[in-house]
């Protein structure tokens, strides 16, 4: 959820920030009485990387003047094969400390809120804490295996927080209200960032419909903030709330989304152009399948790389995507078979096949928050047309012994 690197020079200084500053802290460090821990939460951004926001653990004590921000959402793209881990879910993340400071500027230029909660916790308990953030800042220690829905920045630091108060920390998730993974995922992107969002729900299967437990949910980090703000802690007399106050450290401006070019738009567009082209061409007796090989041959990429997040990667969250229905992969090659002047003798059986696909999509419109409509509709336009050209086409192989009545070529 945070992204280390926006630009050549802010990857130099960030750098810095989290590799050569917090060199010069020794580990022999300890927490005067006066030190204070918060979960510090970030607002989403206006980039992919940010649309979810952040969350962090700042240690702050004006005794020794320590500031350690421990943040779980660190990578490089200096990794090796940075992209095809990335795709296949395997991308090492680690831990990193910083100053709170360059961190908090830096979002704010993005325009992106920060909240400051600090936790009531005691002496030894900031103490576990401590020694548990810093044993997992270890060169040993510091990487782990991102996981979006299970494994991130904001779910590690729930996590670090019940080792340290074991059972005095009565900590029951994010109790508000309950989503699927997928429509915790809309909530943040459909009307912010509508093509992400689109496309995240085209890349996970259902999984991801599953609705997410208390604990689960956390992996957004507003709700593990209001997760901590309903958290309580036992103490020898008393139950007191885990979060001492709350501070807005800085409030973001509001900002207008984009709510022309999104895909409901789009798609519905260019449905409207293929019906008409198609009627069209079906009044002019035009026979031309460019526009089919363009529109199957993108469905068919999609096809196969919805197989190769199914069964090719690791998230966890990619198997048994029902989009494959329509996308279907072996529209290549199959789409190069046909022409208009020949067809395979089991094409038009397979029209058939790939339009009871079709019908069978429609149990997924919900998915794409009916974005989906306005794509089958173009498919099935098109599988309707060349159905319907099929019978001026001669099959391939066949002996013609009468002039068939054919269509108009375009030149």
Not at 86 to 106: D, E, K, M, N, W
Not at 235 to 264: G, H, M, R
């Given at each position: 959820m945070?992204?280390q690197?926006k630009?050549?020079?802010?990857y130099?200084?960030?750098?810095t920030?989290l590799f050569i500053l ?5 580990q022999?460090q300890?927490l005067s ?7 510090v ?8 990387y940010s ?10 004590d004006p005794?020794?003047g ?7 959402g660190?990578f ?11 795709l ?8 990193s400390?910083a ?5 908090a500027?830096y979002?704010?230029?993005e ?8 936790l ?5 308990q ?9 044993t997992?800042?270890?060169p040993?220690?510091r ?5 979006f829905?299970?494994?991130n920045c904001?779910t ?5 927080l019940?080792?340290a108060?074991?059972?005095?920390l009565?900590?029951?998730?994010y109790?508000a209200?309950?989503?699927s993974f997928?429509e ?5 992107a ?5 093509w992400?969002?689109f496309?995240?729900?085209l890349a ?7 609705l997410a437990?208390p604990?689960?949910?956390?992996f957004l980090p ?10 309580t802690?036992k ?6 709330p885990?979060?001492a106050?709350?501070t807005?450290l800085?409030?973001a401006?509001p900002?207008a989304?984009e709510?022309?070019?999104t895909?409901?738009?789009t798609?519905w ?8 082209f198609?009627v069209w ?5 035009k ?5 089919d090989?363009?529109?199957f ?6 096809g196969w ?6 069964f090719g990667t690791?998230h ?5 995507n029902?989009?494959?229905l329509?996308a279907f ?9 046909f022409?208009?002047n020949?067809r395979?003798v089991?094409?038009?059986f397979?029209l ?5 696909l079709?019908l ?5 419109l919900?998915?794409?928050?009916l974005?989906?409509i306005?794509i089958?509709?173009?498919?099935i336009?098109?599988v309707?047309?060349?159905n ?5 086409i001669?099959i391939?192989g066949e002996?013609?012994?009468e002039?068939?009545t054919?269509h108009?070529e375009?030149h």
């Amino acid at each position: 959820m945070f992204y280390q690197r926006k630009s050549f020079v802010f990857y130099i200084v960030w750098t810095t920030l989290l590799f050569i500053l917090p060199g010069a802290i020794t580990q022999a460090q300890t927490l005067s009485p006066d030190a204070r821990v918060s979960l510090v939460t970030v607002g989403p951004g206006t980039e992919l990387y940010s649309g979810f926001g952040h969350s962090v653990l700042w240690f702050s004590d004006p005794a020794t003047g320590m500031d350690r921000a421990y943040s779980y959402g660190t990578f490089s793209f200096e990794t090796g094969n940075f992209y095809v881990k990335f795709l296949r879910g395997t991308l090492p993340y680690t831990i990193s400390v910083a100053p709170l400071a360059p961190q908090a500027a830096y979002w704010q230029s993005e325009n992106r809120s920060i909240k400051q909660q600090v936790l009531n916790l005691s002496p030894s308990q900031k103490e576990k804490l401590y020694q548990y953030l810093e044993t997992n800042y270890l060169p040993e220690n510091r990487e782990y295996q991102y996981k979006f829905f299970f494994d991130n920045c904001a779910t590690r630091l729930g996590l670090a927080l019940q080792m340290a108060c074991g059972d005095s920390l009565i900590y029951p998730g994010y109790t508000a209200e309950k989503r699927s993974f997928r429509e915790w995922i809309d909530k943040y992107a459909y009307v912010q960032n509508p093509w992400a969002d689109f496309g995240m729900d085209l890349a996970i299967g259902a999984p991801s419909d599953e609705l997410a437990s208390p604990m689960q949910a956390t992996f957004l980090p507003d709700n593990l903030s209001a997760a901590f703000a309903a958290a309580t802690l036992k103490t020898d007399s008393l139950t007191v709330p885990l979060v001492a106050n709350e501070t807005i450290l800085y409030a973001a401006s509001p900002v207008a989304y984009e709510t022309v070019f999104t895909p409901k738009n789009t798609f519905w567009a260019l449905a409207v152009l293929v019906v008409l082209f198609t009627v069209w061409q079906i009044k002019k007796n035009k026979l031309n399948f460019i526009l089919d090989k363009i529109l199957f041959t993108i469905c068919g990429v999609m096809g196969w790389f919805i197989l190769l997040l199914w069964f090719g990667t690791n998230h966890g969250v990619t198997s048994f995507n029902f989009d494959i229905l329509w996308a279907f992969p072996l529209w290549i090659p199959i789409v190069y078979m046909f022409s208009k002047n020949k067809r395979p003798v089991w094409f038009q059986f397979f029209l058939v096949f790939y339009g009871f696909l079709l019908l069978c999509a429609t149990g997924i419109l919900e998915k794409h928050n009916l974005v989906l409509i306005p794509i089958l509709v173009m498919l099935i336009t098109r599988v309707y047309y060349i159905n319907n050209s099929l019978s001026n086409i001669p099959i391939e192989g066949e002996m013609q012994h009468e002039p068939r009545t054919a269509h108009k070529e375009d030149h």
